[in-house]
């Protein structure tokens, strides 16, 4: 039952094979015997089920759509109303949130479940989801690696069939990079596609919520509920929304697919360079056709994001000070005392690391140093995709420069874990739609993800080339658990 798609299970619910109840109850059961990989920060048995039950009769009336009754595991950084809403953070360990954010709101009209709030790096700033105050997530392919961050809990509930789909959002690669790391299909929309309406910010020019499920499939019927102007988000775009399942079958002769020479050189790691010129072969086999393009500036990206994203962050989370809501220091003086020491006690090392760095950017006299010439930089990464895109239909190239690694690598190295978005970060700065997508293990049995870049809004596209590779393939049906 664990291992069906979104589709079989909709189809076993419309025959009645199984009812969303008992649905339901399997994959809490899951959840509950698999705690140990410690991927949900909350899990919401008794409203889950009251929720099956009233999409029992939306099936019994005929009034199904296609998620209805299917449950569904949420990144704890969705305000998601009468339930914890964390972040992974102990600054919001006792916040309830009084409402829904836009995208939960979406999925609950839908009658789909809500199993519970995935555990994530804190404020999804990580990229191994070490820094969450609830504690580590486990990778079920290997429980000594990460999974990936920082929407490692909802690719660790994913991967070890806890839920058959769940939600994550990427900044600058926090869906891909975790997808790679547990072998699943992870998209990042474009920039406005999705709300982020009650989505709790970390950089908010860059951050945007998308699907995590084991097929492109699967992530086009989440994508379709996702998707959508709404006006309580000013960056949200008012744009139609195709079907994103209408072209999935779409035939692949003479698509372009570029690949950048800064990207596939001597820097990339052997083994995985040749997994994903593998999955490249597949392509042509499928009528598509290879070309080298050149991002000359995307080696910049990681310095340029780790100035831009810190800077946003420094501001967002100027909002968490004890005095509305949230956790407050125990013992204060006054106003500005309790000010220091809430925020002292209540954020982790890698939340205060990137507070300091963004104050400082943007702080009087290195403002135009760094802050202003990032910005600048991100333009001109921005402009390199323009250009490459006048060669080719979509980008490819490894998701990671490696695969998951073991707990503690690099957590004295800051740097080292940055380095790790190195192919990601330049998507999110130029607001551009990728996906990651299973394409073989490594010498150790770990997943190598492959990731597809594409146009402003194009996700149906990146959608049909990612699904066409898995006709063929069976890397995203393999299966830790």
């Known amino acids: ?44 048995r008794e409203g889950s089920l ?9 099936l019994s009336a005929g009034e199904a759509q296609p998620l209805t009754g299917i449950p569904l595991a949420h990144k704890d950084i969705f305000c998601t109303d009468g339930l914890r809403t964390s972040c992974g953070s102990k600054m919001l360990d006792n916040f309830i949130a009084p409402y829904d954010a836009t995208l939960i709101r979406k999925f609950r009209q839908t009658g789909s479940i809500i199993l519970g709030k995935t555990n994530m ?13 609830y504690g580590r997530v486990l990778n079920p392919w290997n429980k000594e690696r990460v999974p990936g961050g920082s929407s490692g809990g909802s690719a660790a509930a994913v991967a070890a069939h806890l839920a058959p789909a769940a939600t994550g959002t990427d900044t600058g690669g926090s869906i891909r990079q975790p997808a790679s790391f547990c072998g699943l299909t992870g998209l990042k929309p474009s920039y406005g596609r999705v709300s982020r309406y009650g989505m709790i910010a970390f950089a908010s020019s860059l951050d945007q919520a998308g699907p995590m499920a084991h097929s492109a499939a699967d992530a086009a019927i989440l994508l379709q509920t996702m998707s959508g102007f709404d006006e309580r988000d000013s960056t949200s775009v008012d744009i139609a929304v195709p079907d994103f399942s209408e072209d999935l079958e779409n035939n692949l002769e003479g698509l372009k697919i570029g690949m950048p020479v ?17 999955a490249l072969r597949e392509y042509e086999v499928l009528g598509a056709k290879l070309v080298d393009i050149s991002l000359p500036n995307s080696h910049l990206s990681v310095p340029c994001y780790y100035v831009l994203a810190p800077a946003e962050a420094s501001s967002n989370l100027s909002r968490f000070d004890g005095a509305r809501y949230g956790y407050r220091t125990a013992e204060y003086d006054d106003l500005l005392d309790m000010y220091k020491k809430t925020r002292a006690e209540g954020f982790g ?27 600048k930089i991100r333009r001109l990464i921005s402009d390199d ?30 740097v080292a874990m940055y ?19 299973p394409a073989g293990l490594d010498k ?33 049906t393999l299966s830790p658990l």
Request: hydrophobic letters at 40%.
């Open 121 to 133: 790096d804190e404020f999804a700033m990580g990229s191994s989801n070490e820094t969450s105050y």
């Open 262 to 278: 800064e990207f596939f050189n001597d820097d990339l790691d052997p083994g995985i360079a040749s997994i994903i010129m593998n």
């Open 444 to 476: 150790n049995n770990l997943p190598v993800g492959l990731q597809l870049i594409g146009q402003y809004f194009d996700e149906a596209g990146l959608l049909n080339v990612a699904h066409r590779y898995q006709q063929v393939t069976d890397w995203h």
């Open 349 to 375: 090392d890698e939340v205060k690391r990137r507070i300091m760095i963004g104050a400082y950017a943007l702080s009087a006299g290195y403002y135009d140093a760094y802050y202003l010439k990032a910005q």
């Open 419 to 437: 380095l790790n978005d190195i192919y990601t970060i330049s998507v999110n700065l130029a607001g551009l739609p990728g996906i990651s997508i």
């Open 1 to 44: 039952m664990h291992k069906k798609s979104l589709q079989k299970l909709a189809l076993g619910l419309a025959n009645k094979d199984f009812s969303t109840i008992e649905l339901t109850q399997y994959f809490l059961d899951r959840i509950e015997a698999h705690q140990d990989i410690n991927a949900f920060i909350t899990v919401d």
């Open 385 to 414: 995709f323009t250009r490459a895109f006048e060669k080719c239909d979509v980008i490819a190239s490894p998701t990671a420069p490696e695969t998951a690694f073991r707990f503690g690598d690099k957590s004295d190295d800051p």
């Open 50 to 58: 009251q929720q099956a039950a009233a999409a029992d009769k939306l």
